[in-house]
């Protein structure tokens, strides 16, 4: 059971958007700034948002962040059959003074 | 380039013990915290512990606090991960991660490729 939720899976066709939700509490998404983490079957994780809305160098800007009070969101526009994988939420938790991820939703590109 | 590089990963018997080590490159390993991030076979992302900057102030994950220790030795540029009691439960693909800042924590901004624990008898 992860600290943070999010719905083990999603859907969409090429070219159109999807939204992925992390819902949190006071403690960690409410306090404190949400990361998202894309992760490539059989490699490691990349950091894919930070600090809510801010992509890394090199990150297209169909990928964008949001948060409102004890949740956040990771939309992608313009879909495309390699945005289909496992995406995490992360923020740190001033309760339990660690770090907590979501379970992972897996993107599938229809 | 930054990199990353685990190493350590065995297999092990319950109740045994195991140090990780993750080799860091390409940046100023000394200005950045750094953590260890697990990942049990087809699971999600578990964080385990991190280390600030000098090494003075470490946080651990509940579910390792009392068996697992971090350290640094920044004149080698490394991280290490002194696992201790290990069950079953612990069997996990071990990321190291880099911070993109020094205290508890901002991102984790660049990763290893990890390096495989196996718990079994």
């Known amino acids: 059971q992860s600290v943070l939720t999010q719905p083990p899976s999603a859907s969409a066709t090429p070219g159109q958007g999807v939204t992925i939700s992390c819902s949190g509490s006071?403690?960690?998404?409410?306090?404190?700034?949400v990361n998202w983490y894309q992760q490539l079957p059989g490699t490691a994780p990349k950091l894919l948002i930070y600090?809510?809305?801010q992509r890394p160098s090199g990150v297209p800007d169909r990928f964008s962040g949001s948060k409102s009070g004890t949740s956040a969101s990771l939309a992608i526009s313009g879909l495309q059959s390699e945005d289909e994988t496992d995406y995490y939420c992360?923020?740190?938790?001033?309760?339990?003074?660690?770090?907590?991820f979501g379970g992972g939703t897996k993107l599938t590109v229809l | 380039e930054v990199q990353l590089v685990e190493s350590g990963g065995v297999v092990v018997q319950p109740g045994g013990s195991l140090r990780l080590s993750c080799a860091a490159s390409?940046?100023?390993?000394?200005?950045?915290?750094m953590h260890w991030v697990r990942q049990a076979p087809g699971k999600g992302l578990e964080w385990v512990s991190l280390?600030?900057?000098?090494?003075?102030?470490?946080y651990y994950a509940h579910s390792v606090k009392g068996r697992f220790t971090i350290s640094r030795d920044n004149s080698k540029n490394s991280l290490y991960l002194q696992m201790n009691s290990l069950t079953t439960e612990d069997t996990a693909l071990y990321y190291c991660?880099?911070?993109?800042?020094?205290?508890?924590?901002?991102?984790?901004?660049?990763w290893g490729q990890g390096t495989l624990v196996t718990v079994s008898s």
């Open positions: 991660a880099k911070d993109s800042g020094k205290g508890f924590g901002r991102s984790f901004d660049y």
């Open positions: 390409g940046f100023t390993f000394d200005d950045y915290t």
């Open positions: 992360a923020a740190w938790d001033d309760s339990l003074n660690g770090w907590v």
């Open positions: 600090s809510n809305n």
């Open positions: 280390i600030t900057w000098e090494g003075k102030s470490t």
């Open positions: 006071s403690s960690n998404i409410g306090s404190n700034t």
